[in-house]
C-alpha cells in the first residue's frame, strides 16, 4: 500500500496455513496481477490487472479454495510469461 511501484519483481506472501486468503487493493497506486499457490506451489487462480482502489468499500480478489502462497507482481507479468493454473512455481 501507499507505493508508487512494486518492490523487486514482486512480493510473495507466505502464510501459516492454507486458507483462502482474498487480497485487495486499497490505497494502492498501480494495477498488479495475483497469483495463488498451493502447499505444492502449483498456480490454483489468477487475477490479472487487478486495479487500484480508492474508494470503500474495495473488492476483493481471489479464489475460495486454500492457498499457502500468493504472490503479486506487476500487471502484464502472467500474460508476458504464460503462466497458467496448473503450473508449478520454483521458490
Not at 11 to 32: E, Y
Not at 39 to 65: F, L, W
Amino acid at each position: 500500500m501507499f507505493r508508487n511501484r512494486l518492490p523487486g519483481d514482486g512480493l510473495l506472501f507466505i502464510f501459516q496455513n492454507a486458507a483462502p486468503h482474498r487480497f485487495w487493493m486499497k490505497n494502492c497506486k498501480f494495477p498488479i496481477d495475483i497469483l495463488w499457490l498451493n502447499p505444492q506451489k502449483m498456480i490454483t487462480h489468477i487475477s490479472e490487472n487487478v486495479p487500484p482502489c480508492s474508494a470503500d468499500p474495495c473488492p476483493t480478489y481471489g479464489p475460495e479454495r486454500d492457498s499457502l502462497y500468493v504472490l503479486e507482481v506487476a500487471a502484464g507479468f502472467a500474460k508476458r510469461e504464460h503462466l497458467t493454473p496448473g503450473l508449478r512455481l520454483g521458490f
